[in-house]
């Protein structure tokens, strides 16, 4: 069992960029974290984090074939991004979409997703506890299927 | 520890009402599942389901001091009460929203929530799943602060 | 053959409430009409009205396996209800939709119906005859199915 | 007692043309119909179809002082004419506007009625017996005032 | 001269909810208060808080004949209620419409009231007093007609 | 000098149609006081009405090396045709637009005017008046050029 | 007989100001014009311009018992006042709206007219000329009534 | 105590203009019954009327250290005027927005305040009486703080 | 093999009207060019051109069983027509859409197709050749279906 | 060389008004920066405030001929002002348009300026500097043309 | 004669991505195709495909005195890149905009390119198909300049 | 003191691309003036363009800790990108937003910046003098602090 973390533009920043929103957790911390949970559930991960947009769709595209499921947080390209929610569709693996923090009480531009659509859920507001939930979730699914 | 789980309209049809989109389990079954769960996390579970959107915020009010944190499936009240978003800032428990199928590839109006902003956060499109995610995402929570 | 027929908020006050638009005629008298006409037709009605809209949806789960037919005049959640809709969509049984004014020639916002979409039909403009019209229209509906 | 029955563009392919939506009888047998039960009812009806705008317009204007009641399936001109709008205000003549499916759970563009307020009543769904309840209630108004 | 007093949903949380937006004072006190200051004006007050749409148009609908007045803090309901709105028009009894907080400054969804354009008039932003002063100009509306 | 003359939908019903919004003249009688008008100026007047949009296109086509000017009135299509709009564009011949009642203080639906971006000039509210103004502003500015 | 002519901000730099889209002719020139063409109908004329919204409110209240008919150009303000709006609708002295330009085939936010719906009729697109019809134009209704 | 009352465009007109909006009496009535109120409160008033927005953001700005509070009806200027609102929020000075009229149930532009945002509250509907209220309201509120 | 050639309103004009956007060819002249062509490829042609949208209808539902193709240009209706569309969708012949000019970066208006939605494909922006690039694209379709 | 330079309402106030959002520099402190940093360019300064639209577009009228350029903090007008737009079209001198404060981080109805589409360009957010930023850029505009 | 062929993000995934939807040819065997057609034609073609909008900017650029004429189905970028759009804008090379499916009956936000405004033309619904279209739709416009 | 320069998308093409919005002057020229200036100012200037969000979002977090301050044309992403708005707000170094062009009378899309925000300042319409501007405001802005 595989699974492909992808994480948006900015993620990089994570432990650095406005703590009050994101939490003071680095994204290496994060990733190790839920390494360590994935193992307990004898699942493997792989992370990739990237501010292009046309790298996160040659990762997407990439994981056909590869991984059984990918956990995405897409950060800004969430509200801007067709490309990635085509490139999701387009491989058809169960997708995750996770984001930090409550994007619903933040600037409207941030309330309307155009990833949402073409997921099998969504998971916000949890800080990084929401990787993990998301993990979660997707063995469940994946166990059912 | 204590968590009240609130089901909203409809939702007692579970396992009848049209489970193309909703499944085939019914919520007495869901509700069996998930104590069992808590019962593990030593978390004791109160449920309570109602069509009324009065009486919903009548038991959020009521969980003040009674409950660590609010488990809601608001189902179409998500869409139309701000009595419910009013009743969850004024009692100030730990609110997680949860709904069944993946709200954002329905119907355009189904894709609002009012009671988003509000809340801790929301997990969307995991099934019945979806309450275990957020207990787990609230004791995740609680732990912490 | 068993038909409910469903009104809601306010209309227990027709013959009194703003006659101008609502006409002279009671609820009692409307249904009372409408019992001797059904009676002919060889069907059953029963009659609930409620000012609630949880109780309304609680009316319409309850109708499932007891009634052929429902008739509803939502009146105010026409605009605003998605629990009633809902419920309509959940226990799948035909639905009218009957309007005793002209909500077209209102207010703007009476001019959408929530519910319009799930039913089978909607009779809007003639009065109490409405509900009449609502009846035949689905007596010859359930002789066609 | 004499009714116009007008039905808009494309209707003359009823019984041809997407029959999952419009159903499988053609305009003669339903008008052929529909004369019957007028018959019963003492009422003469003429028929009238057209693709064409401007010949609606004209043909309600010519009703003038002839028919005493009109039925009118606006079609595609529901949507887009002012025209017809603007002639059934000028003639005054009792109407009732009928769409033979639910035009409520079709394409956004036709949930907005032009015709509606200018009507008496509209009535949507019920397929070819949707006519039937028009001339019913149209007898019951016109009985009445 | 006898007046009701209607509070919407939550406001029986006043004192506990949120006190920076609506204060400190709680539902008794205000209404205690406001009773005093009705006695000096010989008018008798009755009061009813409900969580519940349907109950609050009710209430509404029982003051036909009985009450010379209404003051209402429809709360939540003001921005979606229809009901409560045609309840108002339906029994015709001067109503005045207070809200605690100045609505006009916090979400956009509370700047919108359905209730306005039914009621005699509005007061908002003035705390529990706004009671006293919907109190007063409802004394003067009457006197005057 | 010539000067084509294009009445609308519906303008034929003038002085039958909605006395209280279009006045008491018919069109014949507008169309005669207005020949005895231009008489004096030594102008030619054709008139035309028609209720078909086609037909006032053709009819506008034809205009062209013929007429100097067009006077329409083009009522209901005012606010739905882009065929009529396009026409005027096509043959660039200088058109005045003419409303007989203001169309400003009317229906939303009535306040957008198609035509109105590729006329020389419009002239609302005036009644039969205004097209003996239009014919006067042509006047003038056919001198002028 | 006496008419006010009133004319708004800007205006003072015809001739100067963008004469391709305004014309070359100075309000002086027009003015003058006009007053000729008013002492042939033995009508009585009144000049008043000002670049302020305020003047030009005091000036239509100062015309209540003085002047017939008001003549008024009022430029940017007919896009932005509701004072004059409401000066005009307060005086309820027939009033005609003159715009110079058309309008309608500028800047979308000239296209909306906040004085349109208080007054008799307008005239737009016929350049200077557009004062002489808006005077022939209340001449004929004053006569009329 | 020092209170200023500020009346905006057209207000002079009152007892004159539409009295079947707002009402009969006129503002020198209004103000002097005022006066009277004040006079038993201890207040010392001073009024203020002018149609132009820039003498209102004067008068604002010149009660900074000389007036306790502010009652205005901005009338037009209430949809149109972010330089009163400026005005008010920059002298800071408790401030009272009245409306004789119910401001809501007339045409749709008059539902949006600038002003509201910024002030203590709003008083709408109660006609004359809605400045006594606000002195009221004012004073509770200058007592308190 | 028969395919049908439709063009919309003031396309007659081809040549005459606004040749800096339409081009200088006559309508004639295109057609022969294109007859010239179909010849080639074995393709009888059948030309009709109209200014009436009824007629546009009646002969769309006339090339029933009679044409393989329709290629049309449906000109001002293109933006305005419900019933030419519903005609296409009707009798479900492979249609496809040509515009002479590229609709794109003209009024806002004509970016909005209401055919598109029920074509094969759309050609714009290629002057004349875009019919034979339409007719080329038809063969291939036709050739594979 | 000489530049005049406007200020807008309220910012006469300026180190009284909001010194959070406008900084604790008065007008004159800013006029006087300003003047001596003039000097050393050899560039005279006229300085003109006003709380009134009129005002200012006299003072801008008035700027024809007599000065190089415009400096201009429309403040509140930016956003309501067409009349202040049309001077500065009229009058056709370089104009830079300045805002002390980022108006796009401010509420949602300071994002429109009316002014923009007509001057030279904007600066905003700089606070007091931003004149002496728009009057570099003026002279480096004025020597370059 | 040199043409560059831009396919976008997720083209390469052509024949395996949502057969159903974009068809189950190969962008390798598209491509080989076209370059067969584009051969008979004398036309030497480039292939390019990113899903990276910066490369495809990067590509556009670098065209620029290379090659006669583009080709670009930019597909998710059709409805997001304002830079693809200046980039196209920057070059001037006439350039063809391709969509395999109609991309108008899918997704609303599917409807709007932002590149449409600055081609030629567009061909939207021909499949593979489609790109010889454009190749041979722009030979005729290149013959032709 | 050490500041960044970042141009966006199609800016490497100044000189060529459109010059008559954009100007004569190559990128090249711009930074080599700009450098020039700096120099004065002892400031050491680093430029960066590129066409790909990604790579801007990297250099804007590279330079995080290395630059005091940003000076940024984000060109066509200043429309569409939230990753580069959430770049300069997690560096949370001084950052001013240039353009060349007066975007606010271009396309409507232009005249929206989601950057500007999150930025201290912008300055629009100056051409390349914009960029010397940014610098000397960002250089008064950072002796202040």
């Known amino acids: 069992m595989k699974i492909l973390v992808i994480n948006g ?40 984090q990237s501010n292009s947009e046309g790298e996160i769709v040659d990762m997407i595209q990439s994981a056909s074939g590869v991984f059984n499921a990918i956990i995405i947080n897409p950060a800004a390209y969430t509200h801007t ?37 073409v997921v099998l859920g969504q998971i916000a507001g949890f800080g990084p506890q929401g990787y993990e939930l998301a993990l979660k979730g997707l063995m469940g699914y994946l166990m059912k299927s």
């Open 81 to 117: 991004s067709v490309a990635i929610r085509d490139a999701i569709s387009a491989v058809a693996i169960p997708t995750v979409e996770v984001h930090l923090s409550n994007v619903y009480n933040r600037e409207e531009f941030r309330h309307k997703s155009l990833i949402a659509p």
């Open 9 to 48: 533009p900015n993620l990089n920043l994570l432990g650095q960029r406005e703590p009050g929103i994101y939490g003071e957790q680095t994204l290496e911390s994060i990733n190790s974290d839920l390494s360590a949970r994935a193992a307990e559930l004898k699942v493997a991960l792989s992370f990739f």
